[in-house]
């Protein structure tokens, strides 16, 4: 299924504004994959969608698109966060190399004069679940793309919860946008690296991709990636 068609179907269906907003959050959250990518930043929405992976700022870019062809006015901030977020993924040479804070993102959607504030999409379901286990088992509050906060952390679907993935790790606001894919490209990006570390990283991709899907599949190895329940009469192909 392409992404226009995705979208198009959500768009003649029945459904509430709510229940949309949750159908792409879950399925934005599962149906893709989180993964890293060879382009980091540079990659388009709907090969995000084709791909069935991304990181956060590919999935943010995702769900902003959907959520905006669907009526919804939407706000991505950016920010950096803790280059912990990546403890456990990144071999250690790599992580020496990285920046102490990276590139982040999230989105606030409004709703009925409300404004929901939503990064639970970031990770799907298996893999939080496997990484909360897994830091708690290691003693770490960040690592495995999860930061867990006072209160714990969820990626489940709430108009009103206070328990966020990765929110307890940001450190500093960076900037707030409708055009999202704009300031990725730009230089205040810190995402953007020079030449050198761009292809460090691309030559440990495959080890930090395997560590993602071993992490993942620590309590669920039967896990299939398949679009949620809740949007099977909606998204299914």
Same mark, same amino acid.
């Given at each position: 299924?392409? #992404?226009?068609?995705?979208? *198009? &179907? ?16 879950? *399925?934005?959250? *599962?149906?893709?994959?989180?993964? @890293?990518?060879?382009?980091?930043? *540079? ?5 995000? /969608?084709?791909? !069935? ?29 803790? &280059?912990?977020?990546? !403890?456990? /993924? /990144?071999?250690?040479?790599? @992580? @020496? ?27 799907? $379901?298996?893999? /939080?679940?496997?990484?909360?286990? #897994?830091?708690? !088992? ?27 993935? +990765? ?12 055009? %999202? ?5 730009? +230089? ?10 761009? #292809?460090?990283?691309? #030559?440990? $991709? %495959?080890?930090?991709?395997? !560590?993602? +899907? ?14 949620? &329940? ?5 998204? +299914? &192909?």
């Amino acid at each position: 299924m392409e #992404l226009k068609s995705y979208i *198009d &179907k959500l768009r003649e269906s029945d459904l509430t504004q709510e229940e949309r907003l949750q159908i792409v959050y879950e *399925d934005v959250r *599962d149906y893709i994959q989180f993964d @890293f990518l060879p382009e980091i930043d *540079d990659i388009s929405p709907e090969e995000v /969608f084709r791909l !069935r992976k991304g990181q956060c700022n590919n999935k943010t870019v995702l769900i902003h698109k959907i959520l905006t062809e669907l009526g919804f006015d939407v706000t991505v901030y950016f920010s950096t966060i803790d &280059k912990n977020i990546h !403890r456990g /993924f /990144f071999p250690s040479l790599l @992580f @020496f190399f990285t920046p102490k804070y990276i590139g982040h993102s999230w989105i606030v959607v409004k709703l009925d004069k409300r404004e929901i504030t939503l990064d639970g999409y970031i990770n799907d $379901l298996e893999l /939080f679940n496997s990484a909360i286990e #897994l830091n708690r !088992r290691l003693g770490w509050k960040t690592g495995h793309s999860v930061a867990i906060g006072e209160c714990g952390a969820s990626a489940e679907f709430s108009l009103h919860s206070e328990n966020f993935v +990765q929110m307890e790790a940001i450190e500093k606001e960076m900037a707030r946008t409708k055009a %999202p894919r704009n300031w990725l490209q730009s +230089q205040e990006n810190p995402n953007q690296v020079n030449l050198i570390k761009k #292809l460090l990283y691309r #030559l440990f $991709l %495959p080890i930090i991709r395997k !560590r993602v +899907q071993r992490v993942r599949q620590r309590n669920h190895p039967s896990f299939s990636n398949t679009i949620s &329940k809740a949007s099977t009469p909606v998204s +299914q &192909k």
